[in-house]
T-cell receptor
Framework: KNEVEQSPQNLTAQEGEFITINCSYS?????LHWLQQHPGGGIVSLFM???GKKKHGRLIATINIQEKHSSLHITASHPRDSAVYIC??????????????FGKGTHLIIQP | NAGVTQTPKFQVLKTGQSMTLQCAQD?????MSWYRQDPGMGLRLIHY???????DQGEVPNGYNVSRSTTEDFPLRLLSAAPSQTSVYFC???????????FGPGTRLTVT
C-alpha cells in the first residue's frame, strides 16, 4: 500500500466548478506539500502545511492531522487550472532530510 | 534569481554510457535532492544532500552517484546508463529539509 494516496486519479470538470482533491497518508509527518505540474512542465510548490488551513487566491488547502488527511480545493475553476496536482509528505523524524514521499498525482482537466 | 537550474533539458544515451546531469541553485539553500518521475510511479528520491560535503541515499540510489562540493551545485552522475534509467529527473532545493521545496525544470533522459 502506498504511504500517500490521492483521489481521484483523474478529474474532468466544467469551468467555474468547485474542485476538491483528496490526500491520505499513513505515516507520521512533519509537513504536507501540495504541488502543481503542468503538462510537460516543471513542478511548483503551492502549499506547505502542518496544521489547519492555508489560502492563496482561489486555492485552499486543509489538513487534519488526527485523520491523516488533506484536501486541496479550487474555487471558480478555470481552464488554466488544468494540471497534475501532487500531494507529498515530509516524514516526521530526521528533520525531513530523507526527502518527500509523493502521491501519484491527480490529473485535473477544466473544460471551458 | 535564476532559482533552480538543470542542464541538459533532454538527453539520449546508449546503454553503458555515462553522463552527468547538472543542478544549480542561487538561493543559498542547504538542502538539495534529486528525484526521478516515472509514469504511474510518482516521484521517487534518488539522493539528497543537507549541505556541502554531505550526501546520502534515497529510495532508488542504485546506478547513480552524487557529490556536493559547493552549496550551489549538486550534480547527478549516471555511471553506466541502463534502459531502466529512462525517466524525467528533477532536482529540488530548500533552505532546510522541511521547508518549501523549489524544483528545477527537469531533464528528460532516454536510454536506448
Amino acid at each position: 500500500k502506498n504511504e500517500v494516496e490521492q483521489s481521484p486519479q483523474n478529474l474532468t470538470a466544467q469551468e467555474g466548478e468547485f474542485i476538491t482533491i483528496n490526500c491520505s497518508y499513513s505515516v507520521g509527518i512533519s509537513a504536507l506539500h501540495w504541488l502543481q505540474q503542468h503538462p510537460g512542465g516543471g513542478i511548483v510548490s503551492l502549499f506547505m502545511l502542518s496544521s489547519g488551513k492555508k489560502k492563496h487566491g482561489r486555492l485552499i488547502a486543509t489538513i487534519n492531522i488526527q485523520e491523516k488527511h488533506s484536501s486541496l480545493h479550487i474555487t471558480a475553476s478555470h481552464p488554466r487550472d488544468s494540471a497534475v496536482y501532487i500531494c507529498a509528505v515530509s516524514r516526521a523524524g530526521g528533520g525531513g532530510a530523507d526527502g518527500l514521499t509523493f502521491g501519484k498525482g491527480t490529473h485535473l482537466i477544466i473544460q471551458p | 534569481n535564476a532559482g533552480v537550474t538543470q542542464t541538459p533539458k533532454f538527453q539520449v544515451l546508449k546503454t553503458g554510457q555515462s553522463m552527468t546531469l547538472q543542478c544549480a541553485q542561487d538561493m543559498n539553500h542547504e538542502y538539495m535532492s534529486w528525484y526521478r518521475q516515472d509514469p504511474g510511479m510518482g516521484l521517487r528520491l534518488i539522493h539528497y544532500s543537507v549541505g556541502a560535503g554531505i550526501t546520502d541515499q534515497g529510495e532508488v540510489p542504485n546506478g547513480y552517484n552524487v557529490s556536493r562540493s559547493t552549496t550551489e551545485d549538486f550534480p547527478l552522475r549516471l555511471l553506466s546508463a541502463a534502459p531502466s534509467q529512462t525517466s524525467v529527473y528533477f532536482c529540488a532545493s530548500s533552505y532546510r529539509p522541511n521547508y518549501e521545496q523549489y524544483f528545477g525544470p527537469g531533464t528528460r533522459l532516454t536510454v536506448t
